[in-house]
């Protein structure tokens, strides 16, 4: 089955700095890779998702970018504020009835 | 719509008691997913289903962990008996999956305790 591996497993920046956490996944059938954003105590949001015929997709401070043949996918943002301050999940799949595997998880921490 | 719905947010049992979370997808969405969520495992997919139908349950921990869905609106995941290893949120998520993938929506989580 799928495996997915995301790295940092934490990550800490000043307000106003870049962020970028890393996946990389095993099945080359994948063709759906999206990223959730977690508060505290809340449940897991989409913020942004990419699809295997893409490379790259933005949405104002954040872009995810995708190369397939090494199999890995990164999720940029740009301009950090405290309010980004989250666990971010990458995941993989769309291949079996939209199932997806996840990453461990990235917590960002964003100092003011 | 309300989005996904589960019951209960919290519960707080003993050890050896049962256990039923309870979801209500979103409708229209055709596949629905359990999730166990803890510190150390992350977010583990225990069982899906796509049309009512359960398509696998490999990530079931043990025979203690069921689940059904009888009908479109409905789903349960059952522990019997409870241990305290079972502690953890337990979501459940529903997506529309028919050619490109949906987004896969979260419920709220039921957070279980169990003593």
């Known amino acids: 089955g799928e495996n997915v591996e995301q790295h940092p497993s934490t990550l800490s920046v000043q307000e106003g700095d870049s962020a970028v956490i890393k996946c990389t996944y095993s099945?080359?059938?994948?063709?759906?890779f999206p990223w959730y954003k977690q508060e505290l105590g809340k449940r897991p949001q989409l913020i942004i998702d990419?699809?295997?015929?893409?490379g790259e997709k933005k949405d104002q401070r954040i872009a995810v970018t995708l190369n397939k043949t090494a199999k890995h996918f990164s999720l940029h943002i740009t301009e950090t504020q405290p309010e980004d301050s989250a666990v971010y999940f990458c995941?993989?799949?769309?291949?079996?009835?939209?199932?997806?595997?996840f990453g461990q998880g990235t917590i960002l921490t964003v100092h003011p | 719509d309300a989005g996904v719905i589960q019951s209960p947010r919290h519960e707080v049992t003993e050890m050896g008691q049962e256990v039923t979370l309870r979801c209500k997808p979103i409708?229209?969405?055709?596949?629905l997913f359990w999730y166990r969520q803890t510190m150390m495992r992350g977010l583990e997919l225990l069982i899906y289903?796509?049309?009512?139908?359960?398509?696998?349950d490999s990530g079931m921990p043990e025979d203690r962990f069921s689940a059904k869905m009888p009908n479109a609106s409905f789903s349960t995941l059952k522990i019997q008996p409870s241990e305290p290893r079972d502690s953890a949120v337990y979501f459940c998520?529903?997506?529309?999956?028919?050619?490109?993938?949906?987004?896969?929506?979260f419920g709220e989580g039921s957070r279980l305790t169990v003593l």
């Open positions: 998520a529903s997506s529309f999956a028919g050619g490109n993938t949906g987004e896969l929506f």
């Open positions: 099945d080359s059938a994948s063709n759906y």
């Open positions: 990419i699809r295997s015929n893409v």
């Open positions: 995941a993989a799949g769309g291949t079996s009835y939209g199932k997806l595997t």
């Open positions: 409708s229209g969405h055709n596949s």
């Open positions: 289903f796509n049309n009512n139908v359960p398509i696998d």
